[in-house]
């Protein structure tokens, strides 16, 4: 893995334009100038593709759609592919109804995205599978564990192949992959999926991380996954000698860990496997 | 009371549909992960039935309305009484504005509600009356003290006889009733009305514990609003502890409280007096 | 300056009605709660002017952008201007794209601000400039500097004398002025740049600061921007001591200090210099 990811991210201050859901964009905001990005906001078709002709990269969430972000998300998809700016997709919650489903579809076959990171069953949707998606938490019988991680890791990199992308696929263990090479990474901790927003956090986090490091996309979005459930694991631990705390205070310990994020802290404490 | 209301909630971890506004709608999805439930959001016409067909419970807040939401709370609405679900209305601002008024009533008219969670005023407004909200707090005049309790209840038990819905009057000392039952509960701290949202939070926290206890909405409910009171008691004595402490922190360790708390903790912290 | 600007806020406690972005409009209301206000939040339409009317103040932040509230803002703000009432302009992005633009000169131009905040950037593409902004932040080669001081101040009155508005162009050093009269104000931290919202809650509490001290316009303004800065600063000094913290715990502690701000507090931190 290249050995300045980071400094490249805190050196070039990427400007991502994110398009999102309003129920965590405050904490996407915030976690992308945590880690060294910068962050425009607007979904509207008047102002999408001229605000993310000034950004180098375009992050796509579609956890809460309506008809005037759809246009929105097809317009700056399509402007920043013009320009070969980095696209993220998080395909939050498809599955889970048809307009996600549908939506999610739509913008894989209108955009060509650099990286998509969802969860098992989010990305099992996408592939054209049925996808059972209990809200927007991976389906239990569809998790990732050491059991079936090879074959997880088969289907990621059909994923990848199929949809051009470098895929995140997230969970108790996430594997980032391209069509031919993977990583396995095992950072984290439970206590993540009792906050809302880490997914979309880092899905930021790559954007940033993939634009300020566009010759390395597969090492750029696991670093980033790595670095997200780094910050997990530091602030779990600053957790246990809260007295009195809880999921809240660790939501902010998070991003504090972020904003701390360096390519020597993620050296040391990243748990990456090449599969 | 049930004694293992909260157990229930970590147990089955209930998912709640939202449509909420977007001012508190992180802090709400947040505690709800907190009090052991599981949160969507979806607000869109497209696929407010479908996302509330997968829920047990769905919790519409009418604090930032407008047309294309009130359709989603139509929607959802009458989805979720078709299939029995728990549905929370947290009429925010009823009676600051003809839309917010009407909006109500026309949920009142068109939904069958299990829990209405609101302060005086709003629930003032939804009775018919004239309804003066300064904003979204209780009116000055219009707030429950020792001396007009009696005549609250009465006025929330007949709102519940009309709405046919379990009522939670909030304020400096809280009302929960049916139509014949009533609980004042004196948990709560006046901090509490410095920060945004601890009534959005709440009627979060009331839809998980009443998806959770189905049989016991009036205790389950009581719980909830107790809980939550609990929870800024907690949270104030630990604020009181901080160095340079504020409203922000507070916000947090009132969170961090409701991630927290236990039968166990409510039992020996509840302040509920049968009426 | 007066002497009472914040006791004023505490005691008359302003409802301030806010058309503002998804992104930080939680932290504006908090920190409107925070500062000594009391915040309303609505968008749409159909409710729009009613609300501003039972408000002091308005406070319009163009952050993300679409036809339903810019009609809003349009409406709110003139039956504001009718009843005589505060109100605030955020032009967010102003310069970053057409829409963004012609709304913030199409608001300009309908209604009568009292007090407009944004960076260099920003308000350069007010005065009709080229305005190069690179997202949301004070382009780099346009910022407030000892050595350009005398002329941005300059400008600064210029645009209050075009505008009939105070001006507050915020930035590493603030100026706060009217036609005439103008303060430099050297309060604040670099690192309040990496958490979003600062200048979108600043605005918050100058639409506080100046519904409680009408008819001290401009004092009230620099007392925002100073207390906003100072807040910046104890929040700063707190996060030093405070292991493992990063920007998230920052943000936290800035609305935490806000919250603690008095008249003595601001006067004995304030670096406020006459112009």
Redesign the interface.
């Known amino acids: 893995m290249e050995k300045k990811l980071i400094e490249n991210v805190r050196q070039s201050v990427p400007?991502v334009h994110n398009i999102t859901?309003?129920?965590?964009?405050?904490?996407v905001?915030?976690i992308l100038?945590?880690c060294g990005g910068?962050?425009?906001?607007?979904?509207?078709a008047?102002?999408a593709e001229?605000?993310t002709s000034?950004?180098g990269g375009l992050n796509i969430n579609i956890?809460?759609?309506?008809?005037?972000t759809i246009e929105s998300m097809l317009l700056a998809g399509k402007r920043a592919n013009e320009l070969g700016h980095i696209i993220v997709l998080d395909p939050v919650?498809a599955g889970?109804?048809?307009?996600?489903t549908e939506t999610a579809m739509q913008l894989l076959e209108k955009v060509r995205f650099s990286v998509i990171r969802g969860n098992v069953s989010e990305l099992k949707t996408l592939w054209g599978g049925s996808g059972s998606t209990?809200?927007?938490?991976a389906d239990l019988a569809d998790r990732v564990t050491e059991g079936n991680l090879d074959e997880m890791v088969e289907f990621a990199k059909k994923l990848s192949k199929k949809t051009g992308a470098v895929i995140a696929m997230t969970g108790a263990i996430d594997i980032v992959t391209d069509e031919s090479k993977a990583y396995a990474i095992r950072n984290g901790n439970p206590l993540m999926s009792?906050?809302?927003?880490t997914g979309c956090m880092l899905s930021g986090v790559v954007a940033a991380y993939c634009v300020a490091n566009p010759d390395h996309l597969l090492d750029a979005t696991a670093a980033a996954v790595a670095a997200m459930g780094l910050s997990g694991e530091?602030a779990f631990e600053?957790l246990e000698k809260t007295?009195?705390?809880?999921?809240?205070?660790y939501?902010?310990?998070?991003?504090?860990?972020?904003?701390?994020m360096s390519d020597e802290i993620l050296k040391e404490g990243m748990k990456l496997e090449a599969r």
């Open positions: 400007l859901n309003y129920v965590t964009v405050n904490d905001a915030n100038l945590a910068s962050p425009i906001m607007a979904d509207d008047e102002e001229e605000i000034i950004c956890g809460t759609l309506n008809a005037r919650g889970a109804s048809r307009l996600r209990k809200g927007v938490d009792k906050i809302t927003g530091i600053r007295a009195l705390g809880g999921t809240s205070s939501r902010t310990y998070i991003i504090d860990a972020m904003s701390n």
